[in-house]
């Protein structure tokens, strides 16, 4: 006589749970957040939140730490072309710093708007590269004190690097050939005050210094609003990526972080005018080439600062996803227990049956990868 097994009330409450090839090879490690208890339904903002949380703590968990002892050669290794680029500009900058501008015409008639008074500067030409490349650099190292990234390190330099190097090619190649005079032209090229003009053609014919005559032909654009705005714009670039100035929370404290270092480029770049060496399109010009080339750099190396990974650079999220990718079972998945973050999957079965499962892209990516 055969027993027939007791049969089972189906209860509605308890969602079905959908078993995919993937998790039949995950065995033991794969894990659900939906709980098969009737009491526990899953709730619907679980996989937006789960997606969101996985992504940002994804790379510090599968790759751990990262220091220059550990990674500092990979890494410049990975970019030593760019450090030759880097060279390469620095000497053409310089070139074009020892080269003769072009010495546009001053006339008679034009020197109503060069009579300004020779000042010296309030903010002394050593001190640009002291607040727009040495105050970010220190800013720098100590978030790589505190966080141990040699990616986020190396990256931030090199994106600073090319921003002021950048910059500066642009800013010195278009002085020499525009050759603008500055606002106080005319006490550079006559210092004792006693004008000398051509009797034909009413050009200036200067007796001052040549080095000051030659800097005086150097107005347009601003090199300390450029050189400013190119290192302390990529400054606030990074510091919005690093706190997060763009998460939707609505921190305005966050913001004013973002905007002191533009506050103080803009000062420095103010401060040009009030010396008369500078009109005030010059400085104009000189901030916006800066802040469009330090964002150009910034998005090469970083995301954006409001993207759910704005707080790792590019080179980073990529050796996660190909760390990822390498460390695949070859063998028998049964026989190793993959990773906490490899193996989080939301399935679970709405009441109109439809099959909802939480993914990232990298994870997509990953799980690509392993298929093919």
């Known amino acids: 006589m055969r027993l027939s097994a007791p049969h089972r009330p189906h209860n509605p409450l308890k969602s079905d749970r959908k078993i995919t090839e ?55 290794r990975f970019h030593m072309h760019d450090w030759v680029i880097l060279i390469l500009l620095a000497i053409i900058d310089g070139c074009l710093n020892i080269i003769e501008p072009f010495h546009r015409f001053v006339g008679r008639d034009m020197m109503t708007d060069l009579r300004y008074p020779l000042k010296s500067n309030t903010v002394p030409f050593w001190a640009v590269p002291l607040i727009g490349i040495l105050l970010p650099f220190a800013i720098i190292i100590g978030i790589y004190i505190k966080r141990k990234n040699v990616y986020d390190l190396h990256n931030a330099i090199l994106g600073l690097l090319f921003s002021v190097l950048i910059t500066g090619v642009l800013t010195d190649a278009i002085k020499d050939a525009v050759g603008r005079p500055r606002p106080d032209f005319f006490w550079r090229c006559f210092p004792d005050g006693k004008a000398v003009y051509d009797n034909i053609t009413t050009n200036v014919i200067c ?159 990953m799980e690509a990868g392993r298929r093919h």
């Open 22 to 76: 993937e998790e039949e090879g995950e065995g033991e490690g794969s894990v659900s957040s939906c709980s098969d208890e009737p009491l526990l339904p899953c709730p619907p903002n679980t996989l937006s939140l789960i997606r969101q949380g996985k992504s940002e703590k994804m790379p510090d968990i599968q790759l751990g730490t990262h220091t220059l002892k550990s990674h500092g050669t990979q890494v410049a």
């Open 207 to 365: 007796h001052g210094d040549n080095s000051v005559i030659k800097e005086g032909h150097k107005s347009f654009p601003s090199g300390h609003s450029s050189w400013s705005f190119a290192g302390l714009g990529f400054l606030s670039w990074y510091l919005a990526g690093k706190i997060k100035a763009f998460d939707r929370q609505g921190h305005i404290a966050k913001l004013c972080i973002v905007f002191l270092p533009l506050l103080c480029a803009s000062l420095i770049a103010i401060s040009r005018v009030d010396d008369y060496w500078h009109h005030w399109q010059d400085v104009f010009a000189g901030g916006f080439l800066g802040l469009v080339i330090a964002s150009f750099c910034y998005l090469q190396f970083f995301p954006p600062p409001y993207d759910v990974d704005g707080w790792f650079p590019h080179a980073y999220l990529h050796a996660v996803a190909d760390s990822r990718h390498n460390d695949q079972p070859t063998t028998n998945a049964l026989q190793s227990r993959p990773s906490e973050i490899e193996t989080v999957y939301v399935t679970c079965e709405g009441q109109d049956g439809i099959h909802l499962r939480d993914t990232s892209p990298i994870m997509e990516s």
